[in-house]
């Protein structure tokens, strides 16, 4: 690794106050002291015009890459080694410093999570770590930075998935991402609903093929030279007569991209070839991919693809699936024949999470350990859901007698809600609860132990992933995917943790000067 790239990607991708805080810790001697912090999420994104009703998490192996390589190494250790106070001192000891290079180590923690790829809703912890104060203070900011952005871009795909249906879904929109952050995003992308993806690196990471096709600048560059559109397909598919996909809209859609892309299609059946389609990237889309269905069809082509790319999101989609079957309907055509074809190209609203640039996921103390025993740790907010649920606690997802999911709980490490005839389940942060019979309900565990005694769980494969995404979208009721107002899916605490909130809220209160 560069020297400048392990700066910024090392032990010091992290924010100035967890040093501070760390050093402070050390300084009480309570750095060591076991602690037990929460990671999630308050609301799900909000795109202005609609708003997702579940999350897909995702970006967990990435964070545990970089615990595995994080070290306080020589280098590191100058750094922090060289800041000053404001009036000149060394701002951190150097029985401090000592203490981080010989046990500054994330070995120490561990770290259970919701998997990559499974549903997650707001309050429910995606990841809960537990260690030593000082240590488990230190991976905040990497593991906010990681799993909120990931599982922002992830939840945005999976809305894709849900609406474009069976349709074929590419991911390309590295060129417009933030930097390096387009690796996660295409990542989190694949995890969360897209088929594939144009960027060759991470798609050979997850063993997929990459995929693409040509730029308006082949047929620019071609034209400029003297040529012409058709010169520019043929030479397209000369060099490429099996995966010959043509951008048909540099000039005119249906009349020259599209009778120039058929040329060049019939060209390669005489010579043993069948053509991969068309890519549509400007102009009324679904329009022209009714009016190219029509013209591929009439010149024998019923099955080439039809590419459309374009800003394309989930409502953007939605409409044009919605244009395509209404004007099909009044021109007594067949709407699933055009639909079967359709590949959704999508780029910038992707893998930027357009309408919503951040999940807002927090990093809360809610536990530390003393003589034996864990002390639950509460923060008070002015607005109740900013208030932590604090404690040692599980998480379960509860179903209903149809296989649906109907509630994500919340309760004390021990507690068995199916061992009542009924469970009484509180909001987690207002008065307002609901009931249900044992018998009426199954229970999973959500948390699987990711990070334990420096060793990490071994890295899920691709396919994994997306199977634990299709597994428990199937699981919700349609009401809660609904692009548009989705209902609310229930989090809720058990009996005794909510008792034992409002307690410690009391006793914070009463605390007061």
Same mark, same amino acid.
């Given at each position: 690794?560069?020297?400048?790239?392990?700066?910024? *990607?090392?032990?010091? =991708?992290?924010?100035? /106050?967890?040093?501070?805080?760390?050093? &402070?810790?050390?300084?009480?001697?309570?750095?060591?002291?076991?602690?037990? =912090?929460?990671?999630?999420?308050?609301?799900? !994104?909000? /795109?202005?015009?609609?708003?997702?009703?579940?999350?897909?998490?995702?970006?967990?192996? $990435?964070?545990?890459?970089?615990?595995?390589?994080?070290?306080?190494?020589?280098?590191?250790?100058?750094?922090?080694?060289?800041?000053?106070?404001?009036?000149?001192?060394?701002?951190?000891?150097?029985?401090?410093?000592?203490?981080?290079?010989?046990? $500054?180590?994330?070995?120490?923690?561990?770290?259970?999570?919701?998997?990559?790829?499974?549903?997650?809703?707001?309050? &429910?912890?995606?990841?809960?770590?537990?260690?030593?104060?000082?240590?488990?203070? #230190?991976?905040?900011?990497? #593991?906010?930075?990681?799993?909120?952005?990931?599982?922002? @871009?992830?939840?945005?795909?999976?809305?894709?998935?849900?609406?474009?249906?069976?349709?074929?879904?590419?991911?390309?929109?590295?060129?417009?991402?933030?930097? #390096?952050?387009?690796?996660?995003?295409?990542?989190?992308?694949?995890?969360?609903?897209?088929?594939?993806?144009?960027?060759?690196?991470?798609?050979?990471?997850?063993?997929?093929?990459?995929?693409?096709?040509?730029?308006?600048?082949? &047929?620019? &560059?071609?034209?400029?030279?003297?040529?012409?559109?058709?010169?520019?397909?043929?030479?397209?598919?000369?060099? /490429? !007569?099996?995966?010959?996909?043509?951008?048909?809209?540099?000039?005119?859609?249906?009349?020259?991209?599209? %009778?120039?892309?058929?040329?060049?299609?019939?060209?390669?059946?005489?010579?043993?070839?069948?053509?991969?389609?068309?890519?549509?990237?400007?102009?009324?889309?679904?329009?022209?991919?009714?009016?190219?269905?029509?013209?591929?069809?009439?010149?024998?082509?019923?099955?080439?693809?039809?590419?459309?790319?374009?800003?394309?999101?989930?409502?953007?989609?939605? +409409?044009?699936?919605?244009?395509?079957?209404?004007?099909?309907?009044?021109?007594?055509?067949?709407?699933?024949? @055009?639909?079967?074809?359709?590949?959704? $190209?999508?780029?910038?609203?992707?893998?930027?999470?357009?309408?919503?640039?951040?999940?807002?996921?927090?990093?809360?103390?809610?536990?530390?350990?003393?003589?034996?025993?864990?002390?639950?740790?509460?923060?008070?907010?002015?607005? %109740?859901?900013?208030?932590?649920?604090?404690?040692?606690?599980?998480?379960?997802?509860?179903?209903?007698?149809?296989?649906?999911?109907?509630?994500?709980?919340?309760?004390?490490?021990?507690?068995?809600?199916?061992? +009542?005839?009924?469970?009484?389940?509180?909001?987690?942060?207002?008065?307002?609860?609901?009931?249900?019979?044992?018998?009426?309900?199954?229970? *999973?565990?959500?948390?699987?132990?990711?990070?334990?005694?420096?060793?990490?769980?071994? !890295?899920?494969?691709?396919?994994?992933?997306?199977?634990?995404?299709?597994?428990?979208?199937?699981?919700?009721?349609?009401?809660?995917?609904?692009? @548009?107002?989705?209902?609310?899916?229930?989090?809720?605490?058990?009996?005794?943790?909510?008792?034992?909130?409002?307690?410690?809220?009391?006793?914070?209160?009463?605390?007061?000067?």
């Amino acid at each position: 690794m560069h020297e400048r790239s392990a700066l910024r *990607e090392g032990i010091l =991708f992290t924010d100035q /106050y967890q040093f501070t805080m760390a050093q &402070v810790y050390f300084r009480l001697g309570i750095h060591e002291r076991p602690a037990l =912090f929460d990671h999630y999420f308050r609301r799900y !994104p909000h /795109y202005d015009s609609h708003q997702a009703g579940y999350c897909i998490a995702a970006g967990l192996e $990435g964070l545990l890459d970089w615990m595995d390589a994080a070290r306080f190494d020589a280098q590191a250790l100058e750094v922090l080694r060289g800041q000053r106070t404001r009036r000149g001192a060394q701002l951190f000891g150097d029985d401090f410093l000592a203490w981080l290079r010989d046990q $500054g180590s994330f070995a120490s923690l561990t770290l259970r999570a919701i998997p990559e790829g499974r549903v997650v809703h707001p309050h &429910v912890p995606l990841t809960v770590a537990e260690g030593p104060l000082a240590m488990a203070q #230190l991976l905040e900011t990497a #593991l906010l930075n990681r799993i909120n952005f990931q599982t922002l @871009v992830a939840t945005k795909a999976s809305r894709i998935r849900d609406v474009a249906g069976e349709a074929t879904i590419m991911e390309f929109g590295l060129r417009r991402a933030q930097g #390096l952050g387009g690796n996660e995003a295409t990542r989190a992308a694949l995890i969360g609903g897209a088929d594939f993806s144009s960027n060759v690196g991470i798609s050979a990471e997850l063993g997929l093929p990459s995929r693409g096709t040509h730029a308006h600048s082949l &047929v620019q &560059v071609v034209m400029a030279l003297g040529q012409s559109e058709l010169a520019a397909f043929r030479a397209y598919a000369e060099v /490429y !007569p099996d995966d010959a996909l043509l951008l048909v809209d540099t000039i005119n859609t249906l009349e020259s991209g599209v %009778p120039n892309a058929i040329k060049v299609f019939e060209e390669l059946r005489v010579k043993g070839h069948e053509p991969l389609g068309i890519r549509l990237d400007s102009g009324d889309l679904a329009y022209l991919s009714m009016r190219a269905a029509r013209m591929l069809d009439a010149a024998g082509f019923p099955n080439t693809a039809i590419v459309l790319s374009n800003d394309l999101d989930e409502l953007v989609i939605w +409409q044009i699936l919605a244009q395509i079957s209404q004007e099909s309907r009044r021109e007594g055509t067949d709407a699933d024949a @055009v639909i079967r074809r359709l590949v959704f $190209g999508v780029g910038t609203h992707l893998v930027t999470s357009w309408g919503e640039p951040a999940l807002g996921g927090v990093y809360k103390l809610v536990a530390v350990a003393d003589q034996g025993h864990w002390r639950p740790a509460i923060k008070i907010s002015e607005t %109740p859901e900013k208030t932590p649920t604090p404690g040692r606690k599980q998480a379960l997802r509860l179903y209903d007698q149809r296989g649906k999911a109907t509630a994500d709980l919340l309760l004390l490490e021990g507690e068995d809600p199916l061992s +009542q005839e009924s469970i009484l389940l509180h909001h987690p942060a207002d008065a307002r609860f609901r009931t249900l019979r044992r018998d009426e309900i199954s229970a *999973e565990q959500l948390h699987e132990v990711a990070f334990a005694e420096g060793q990490r769980q071994a !890295p899920a494969m691709l396919a994994a992933m997306r199977a634990r995404r299709d597994a428990d979208v199937a699981r919700l009721d349609p009401g809660v995917t609904r692009l @548009v107002n989705p209902h609310i899916y229930h989090v809720s605490l058990s009996d005794q943790l909510w008792n034992m909130k409002q307690q410690l809220i009391r006793d914070a209160y009463q605390q007061r000067p």
